[in-house]
């Protein structure tokens, strides 16, 4: 039976794909994600409901827009596969079956895909434009937050540890606010302490342990980043990458603390739950 609930959730993780790619697209511009129709890009004609079926609309389509015939670049459709693929990884990575699994797994579970969601947008819109969107991670905050107050109610005659977690609460929330009351205020953006307020975003839902490996992970890719670049700028005898010099070429921090902070969440849970 559980392969039933493991293709549901692929088709739910390919969902989540659309929004993704819907979200990094449209959050920058400053338009709307939830009550604007979806259009298609090239000629701006709106989207029936069958085009908005995820994977299945791209491959009976052939690649191209039902209307304009124009080819769409399959970016969407792999994201829509990817987050699939990886809504299915974490399922598995928790033993996740319909009749074994406990209530607190099923929630945690549940948060997690909202988790991973929010982490997919915010490191897709920093590696376009090397900023953090500020209003997803406020709503990741609210969403962990609602689950830690869940354990702290259910668990609370176990784990007296989970004090811990007002601390990096109250230090989440005057970081979001200096950042969004007093830096937008002086038109200034940090985004050193966007990483900050990034970091204890996932302390709060996957543990420290987790979030140790994330840093390791991500140093190791900032690295071989710096030495690609590097080669680069040797072997081209430039100082230009696809326009930007070389030396000005901001690293997607986010994004490689995102993409670390998945393997290294996905690798913890197999490691607890499978030896
Ligand atoms: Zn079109």
């Known amino acids: 039976m559980d392969y039933i609930l493991y293709i549901l959730i692929f088709f739910i993780g ?20 939830t009550h604007t129709h979806s259009y298609c890009p ?34 969407s459709f792999l ?34 895909l909202i ?16 900023k953090v969107d500020k209003s997803a991670l406020i709503i990741g905050f609210i969403c962990v937050t609602a689950y830690l107050i869940y354990l702290y109610i259910t668990e609370r005659p176990i784990d007296i540890s989970m004090y811990r977690y007002v601390i990096y609460l109250v230090i989440a929330c005057f970081l979001v606010l200096f950042s969004v009351i007093y830096l937008k205020k002086k038109g200034k953006d940090s985004y050193t302490i966007d990483v900050l307020m990034l970091s204890i975003f996932m302390i709060l839902y996957t543990y420290e342990a987790v979030y140790i490996y994330t840093v390791m992970i991500t140093l190791i890719a900032v690295a071989l980043q710096l ?13 230009y990458v ?15 603390m995102g993409v670390a902070n998945l ?10 739950f499978y030896i």
Do not use: M, W
């Open 115 to 130: 988790y991973i969601t929010i982490l997919l947008i915010i490191l897709g819109i920093d590696k376009k434009y090397i």
């Open 227 to 239: 030495i690609i670049n590097n080669i680069l700028k040797r072997k081209k005898n430039s100082k």
């Open 42 to 75: 090239q000629c701006n004609h709106k989207l029936g409901f069958f085009d908005l079926i995820p994977i299945f609309s791209y491959i009976f389509l052939r690649g191209r827009c039902r209307y304009c015939k124009k080819k769409i670049k399959p970016t």
């Open 79 to 112: 994201i829509e596969i990817l987050t699939g693929v990886i809504f299915v990884l974490f399922a598995a990575s928790i033993k996740l079956s319909l009749f074994t699994t406990s209530l607190s797994t099923l929630i945690y579970f549940i948060i997690g």
């Open 14 to 33: 390919a969902l989540c794909g659309s929004f993704i790619t819907l979200a990094v697209y449209r959050i920058p511009l400053k338009q709307d994600i």
């Open 263 to 272: 393997i290294a969440l996905l690798i913890t849970n197999f490691t607890i």
């Open 242 to 256: 696809k326009g930007i010099k070389i030396e000005n070429a901001k690293i997607p921090i986010v994004f490689y």
